[in-house]
Every structure is written in structure tokens, then in C-alpha cells.
């Protein structure tokens, strides 16, 4: 199928108008692929709103040299004061969500470390479109693969979150939750309809020194300076409960960075490293593909 004229026709026809946001700092220094994140949303979107915070890098140019005309800059400045639960991330991802085209119906919201598959465009198109017109659909929920180590390796264990929200109502009572992994309206959880498009999420994919600074710089959106850092210093990626190998194709954005990281990792991943009741839960859910007892960010409707 040829997504791009797929795309086109649903603009250019006005069926619905689709923004996009994300927030980001410090891409360079801690190795977001921020700019494929951007780009594998832009065909879906008449805009992108890139919330771009106080850096000690060069991410603003980096977003800029995108070259898009959809992409717009906000300039913000995280206030480090937010480091419980991670709060600044919810507040500076409701900026970029309060810039969005007021005509807008949806808004897709990307993290920086979070690319979609050009395969999933005529799903997550066909979805929004569905659903447009019924109010009570007030987001819908993605499927996930989480990449660990190398571009090889997916965690499939329930570590791993494994749905989220990522298509929002463009509606100013909804905001972003805690850290900004979901969102609520009026303090309540989302009523969403669960789609057949996976995110696929590359935050674990990186050398083991970025992994281990970006790790230990994260740390301190959680807790002061000392908190929760690392003194390793490298990451040690053998620290696994469950992994499998990927077979899949990669986004066609992510060709050249797969390409240009030489991530030459080679993991042992015939063992599950799990107590008991996680192996009988892991086992259940391999079977008959039910997650039990998972916590749910949102209600399915």
C-alpha cells in the first residue's frame, strides 16, 4: 500500500486535521533519537509542536535542521523544583499540548525516544477517522515494543508496559499524568479504544556509557544530584529479566541511525531471570496472550 498517497488523500480531502507534540532536552547529550521520533509522525500531522527546553546541547538546531514547515518551536525552561514523580515532564508536555491548533480534532503525542513503523500509518489514520465523531472515544491506545541493548533484543516481559495512550482528544481538560506516560481528564482515566499500531520505543538502545549518563541524568528529574545515580561506570546490559530476539523490520526512519550505531551486543537470553510468580505470570500471558493483574493507565471501552 502506499502510505504517502493514503496520507495525502486524508488531508487533502479535510477529513480531520491531526496535530503533533513532543517535549525534549538534551537529545545529543543523551542520545534520544528525537529527530526520527519527529519525522516518523510528520506524514500523519498538519503540525508538530516540539517543546524544546533549557539545553546544554544543540538540540533546538538539530529539530530545526528537520526543515519542515509542520515542525514549530517553543522554547521552554524546565523548572527544576518539579522533581517529584518526575512532574515537570507532565508540565512541560502540557505546554507543548496547549499550543496546538484550536481546529485540530486529534493530537498525537511522540516521546523523544519513540519512533512509529510506517506500516501502522493507514491503521492509526483509519482508526482516528472511525472514531472522529464518537465523543466517548477520548484517546486511543497503542501496543508496544520496547528495544534493549542493541536493535536485536525486545524485552517481552511485563516489566515492560505494553499499551499506552499516544492519540489524544484535542481537548483542554485533558492534561498529561505524573510523568507524562499517560493522561487524564478531570482526574479520571481516559476511555480509549485499543488499535492494532505499535510504538516502538529505543530508550534501552544505546551504547553503555550514554546508557549509564543518560540514566543517571534522568535520575535527577526524580530526585537531587545524588539520588538514584549509577556509580558503575558502564551499564551492565546483562542485567535482564526476559528478552527475545527481533525478527521484524525497523522504521524507515531509523535506517541510517541503525546504521551508523555499531551496537554489537551479544546477550544470553535462553534463561528467564524471574521469581516464581512472575514465570507462572509470564507463562499465562505467552499462552493465551492476556496480561493479568496488569495495571491499566486508561479504561478500554
Known sequence: MNHTLSIQHLHEN???????????????????????????????????????????????????????????????????SLREGGKVLAVETDK??????????????????????????????????????????EGLLFKYTHFYGSFDYVGDSRKWY????????NDNNIHAYRD????????RKLRVKLIDAYIFHYGWVKDSTTMKEKINNLSKLW????????????????????????TGT???????????????ITLDISKKKMPFKKRVLYWIEKKTGHRLFDYRNYKII
Not at 180 to 187: D, H, L, S, V, Y
Not at 223 to 246: I, K, M, P
Request: charge should be negative.
Open 250 to 264: 525497523h522504521p524507515s526512519v531509523m535506517q541510517q541511525r541503525i546504521a551508523n550505531k555499531n551496537l554489537d
Open 14 to 80: 479535510n477529513y480531520m486535521k491531526i496535530s503533533g507534540f513532543t517535549i525534549i532536552k538534551n537529545a545529543i547529550i543523551n542520545d534520544y533519537p528525537v529527530v526520527e521520533s519527529i519525522r516518523s509522525v510528520l506524514p500523519m500531522v498538519h503540525e508538530m509542536i516540539v517543546a524544546v527546553g533549557d539545553c546544554a546541547d544543540e538540540t533546538r538546531a538539530m529539530i530545526a535542521a528537520i526543515g519542515s514547515d509542520k515542525i514549530k518551536i517553543i522554547d521552554t525552561v524546565w523548572d527544576p
Open 180 to 187: 507524562a506516560q499517560g493522561f487524564r481528564k478531570e482526574n
Open 223 to 246: 530526585h537531587d544530584d545524588a539520588g538514584a545515580a549509577l556509580t558503575a561506570e558502564l551499564f551492565d546490559f546483562n542485567e535482564f529479566d526476559s528478552l527475545e530476539r527481533y
Open 162 to 169: 505494553h499499551r499506552e495512550i499516544r492519540i489524544i482528544r
Open 96 to 137: 507543548a499540548f496547549a499550543q496546538i491548533d484550536p481546529e485540530s480534532d486529534w493530537a498525537f503525542y511522540i516521546q523523544a525516544d519513540e519512533v512509529v513503523h510506517e506500516q501502522y500509518y493507514p491503521t492509526i489514520l483509519d482508526a482516528a477517522q472511525k472514531y472522529l465523531d464518537d465523543k466517548s472515544v
